[in-house]
């Protein structure tokens, strides 16, 4: 699993669990768009070949 992937579900289970416990403050949901965006990123980074196809 890559880091960065592992980082982003991290980030998604720490805004949960802040959210469920806490009122969670404004900045408590920045982990909520940054861990979305990580997660998604490598998903799509992982599957792009490396560049073009060579002949």
């Known amino acids: 699993?890559?880091?960065?992937l592992l980082a982003g579900i991290v980030m998604l289970?720490?805004?949960g669990g802040?959210?469920?416990a806490?009122?969670?403050p404004g900045w408590v949901h920045l982990l909520l768009t940054?861990?979305?965006f990580?997660?998604?990123?490598r998903i799509v980074v992982?599957?792009?070949p490396d560049?073009?196809?060579?002949k």
């Open 1 to 4: 699993m890559d880091l960065t």
């Open 13 to 15: 289970v720490v805004w």
């Open 18 to 20: 802040l959210t469920v």
């Open 22 to 24: 806490t009122e969670a």
């Open 34 to 36: 940054a861990g979305v």
């Open 38 to 41: 990580l997660v998604i990123w």
């Open 46 to 48: 992982r599957d792009t």
């Open 51 to 54: 560049g073009p196809a060579k």
